[in-house]
C-alpha cells in the first residue's frame, strides 16, 4: 500500500491530509533496477513476458478492491469504469515492449514508502517489459529534494508525483518534460478527464506537462438524521441548503441538536487550509484571485463577502476551528461531532465505511451552496498530478508508467477503497457501480462542470500559505475581513514580483491559464 508524500515546502512542513491514508497496492513501483541496453537481451526479455491479457485480467475489482468493501455492497466484479476508455486496456503493450522492454524507469518516491510501492507496480513491469526503479525521498523534504535536484541539472528521478500547486513551480523553469507527443502516440484518453482536471493539473502555459493524479474537489456535507428533523423530511441535495445564507440559518440551529455536536465544520487554521475554505467559499461569491494582467484583485467586494460568511459560519463551528486543518476536521466528522462540514469528497466517501466512520448512513453530500449575486462554482482545490523530468534517462518509459498509475481503472478501484486518491475521469465518476461504494461521486461529477480553480503559477502555494495566515487573523478576530485580505494582497503581490509576473512577459499568459480557472462560465445550472 503506497501513501503519498507529504506536501512540504521551505516554509510548510508536514501539512498533507494524505499523511493519515494509504492507496491501493496499484500505486507504486519496484525495487529493483535492471538496465539492458543490448536489443537481443531486450527482444528476448519481451518474448519471455506473460500474455498482457491474462495481467490486465487480474487489475479487477476481485484483486483490487478491499474484500471486505466487496462484501459490504454486495460487489459484483463488474468494472468500477468504462474498459472502452481504460487506458491500460486500449494501449497497444506489444508495442510497448517492443520499444521498452529491458529499459529502467526511476521513480521518486517518499522514503516511508519504498517497500509498499515495490508491490504496486509489479503488473506494469509484467506489462512494459519495463524495470522501475525507487528513488527514495524523505517525505519530509519532497519539494526541498526535488527542487535541489532539478537545479542541478541531473535528478536522480524519471518520474514523480506532487502537490498540483507546485506545478508552476517545476514547469516554468523548464524543470519538466513536454507530454503532448507521448499522450498523442500512446493515445492517453485526455478527454475523459473533466476539463478542470485535464487543465489544471495537466496543461502548464499551453503545454502538456502533467498527468492528472489525486482529483479532488471541496464539497459540503450534512448529517441526514439532523437534516431531517429541521426539515421535516428528507434531504433535497440542491434544494434544503440552496444558499450560504441557509447554511448559516441551519448550522445555528443544528449547533443546539445535540451535546457535543456542533453546527459545522471547518479548516480555518493557519496557512493554506484557511486559504483554501475561504477560497470554496468566495468562488461562489463571484471571487476572482487576479486580473489578465495578474494583479491580485481578490480583495475587492466577492473576497470580503466569502470571509464574512466564514465568519458568521465560524459562530457556529466546532471548537477549535482556528486551528484545524484536515486531519482535525477529518477526525471531527467521521466522529460524529459535525452536524455539517465543509471539506472534501473523501469525507463523503469515507464516512460510509464502517471501519473509518461512525456515521455510515447517517450522512449525505449535497451541492454546493449559492450566494445571491455569486455563481455556481464548486471548488477543485488541492490535488496532485504527475511529471517526467526534463532530465530523464528514460522520459517515454516514465510517461507510460504514470499513464499506468493514473489510468481510470486504478483510480476508480481507489476511490472504491476510500483511500483519498481521488479519480478525475467522467467515465469513473458517472458509473452506476462506482456510485454505489461513492456516496458524493454523482453530486461530485454533475458538480466538475461548473468547477472553479486557482492557476497553478509560479510561487502559487507560498502565495496561499501567506493569504491563509492574514485569514486566519480575521477567523480570531485580529483583523476584519477587508484587513485580512488586504494584507493577504500585499504579501501575493510581492511574491508575483519576485516570481517575474510585473516586469515584461510574465511566466504564464493569463490567456493560457484563464479556461481552467472557473469552467462553468457560460453554463445553464444543472437544475
Known sequence: MFRTPKITTPKSRDVSRRTFLRSTAAVGAATAAV?????????????????PQKILDDISVKKYVREDYQKLYNMSGEPLWDPQKDWIRTVDWELVRKEQSGKTVRFAIGAADRESAADGLKPFEALSGIKVELVPIPDDSLYDKAIAEFISGNASFDALQFFSPWLGDFAAPGFLAKLDDY???WKLPLDDFYDTYRLNYGYFNGGLYGIPFDCDIQMVH?????????????????????????LIRVSGELNKIEPGVAGVGMMGARGFW??????HIAAQCGMELFDSAWNPVFNGDAGVQGLEI?????KNAAEGTAAAGWGENRAAWLGGQLATNVSWQDSGTQAMRPDQSKIVDDFVTIYEPRVAGGRFAPPNIAGSTSVVAASAQNPEGAFLMLAFLTTSSIMAMNEANANGVAPGYRSVLSNKNLQAVSQPAEVWGTSL???????RLPGMFEMEQALGNEINKAIVGQATAKEALDSG?????KIMKKNGFYGGKPPVEYATAAPGLWV?????LPF
Open 35 to 51: 538496465t539492458v541496453s543490448s536489443p537481443f537481451v531486450a527482444n528476448s526479455f519481451a518474448q519471455s513476458l506473460e500474455d
Open 183 to 185: 499522450a498523442t502516440k
Open 222 to 246: 450534512v448529517r441526514k438524521g439532523y437534516m431531517e428533523k429541521i426539515l421535516g423530511g428528507s434531504v433535497d441535495k440542491w434544494n434544503s441548503i440552496p444558499s450560504y445564507d441557509e
Open 274 to 279: 484557511s486559504t483554501y475554505t475561504w477560497e
Open 310 to 314: 466564514i465568519l458568521k459560519l465560524a
Open 449 to 455: 462542470d461548473y468547477a472553479w480553480c486557482a492557476p
Open 489 to 493: 494582497a500585499a504579501a501575493v503581490k
Open 520 to 524: 462553468g462560465e457560460g453554463k445553464k
